[in-house]
């Protein structure tokens, strides 16, 4: 999981403004992933990514967005929309959707003001 | 879709003794369950994993048994050490083109000196 790298590792921003969380993978990995994960809540999926150009929406994708242009990255941006965005975001990447073994990226925590 | 549900929220047990934490799910299709480990601070990362076709599954001191009849799967660790105290996650997944992994809400577990 060495291979899979976010930034930054901390990141304020003011109410109202969108950001991007930065994920990149080094392990040839075709399947990516962006969990938000809050006290208690355990791991929820926002977004995946199957291959380059194509994702899907998870179960809490109000609010945010995602690109996949390159099969290293995969970035997430929290829109002004997401209601309550404080919160640690986690990337991580598997093989294959298929294979699910995944591996996470050491997470951005995210404090909006 | 999957629901997987861990109980208890949280676990205490002695230096020396073994924890058991177990998990439920709902979707009978689901053929392989991961564990993973989140240390504060630090990414979550896979322990152990088991797949559908074999009952039991160990490494050193980690186990896990799966009954897909109840449908639900354990964690078992022996001879607990204090840097055994993490959030522990269990999750489900069909294993399949389009599948995801549905967490748990994590179990965490603290190991007395």
């Known amino acids: 999981d060495g291979g899979i790298t976010q930034s930054p590792k901390y990141l304020f921003r003011k109410e109202g403004q969108n950001v991007t969380l930065s994920c990149e993978q080094n392990?040839?990995?075709?399947?990516m992933y962006w969990y938000r994960q809050d006290p208690g809540q355990g791991l929820r999926l926002i977004y995946y990514?199957?291959?380059?150009?194509?994702?899907q929406k998870g179960d809490i994708a109000e609010g945010y967005s995602v690109s996949r242009e390159k099969k290293e990255s995969f970035p997430l941006t929290v829109t002004s929309a997401q209601k309550n965005p404080t919160a640690f975001y986690l990337c991580?990447?598997?093989?294959?959707?298929?294979?699910?073994?995944?591996?996470f990226g050491p997470g951005t925590r995210l404090t909006v003001l | 879709g999957e629901n997987v549900e861990q109980h208890p929220s949280t676990l205490s047990v002695q230096e020396g003794d073994s924890a058991v934490i177990k998990c439920t799910y709902s979707?009978?299709?689901?053929?392989?369950f991961p564990w993973y480990k989140q240390e504060l601070g630090k990414r979550p990362q896979l322990i152990i994993d088991?797949?559908?076709?074999?009952g039991e599954k160990k490494d050193q001191r980690i186990a896990v048994t799966l009954n897909k009849t109840a449908k639900h799967f354990s964690l078992h660790i022996t001879e607990t050490q204090p840097e055994d105290s993490a959030v522990y996650f269990c999750?489900?997944?069909?294993?399949?083109?389009?599948?995801?992994?549905?967490f748990g809400k994590g179990i965490t577990l603290s190991v007395r000196p």
């Open positions: 991580a990447s598997s093989i294959m959707i298929s294979t699910d073994t995944q591996y």
């Open positions: 392990l040839n990995h075709d399947a």
């Open positions: 990514s199957q291959i380059v150009n194509d994702f």
């Open positions: 979707d009978s299709a689901s053929n392989y």
């Open positions: 088991i797949r559908s076709n074999v």
């Open positions: 999750a489900a997944s069909t294993g399949g083109a389009n599948s995801k992994l549905t």
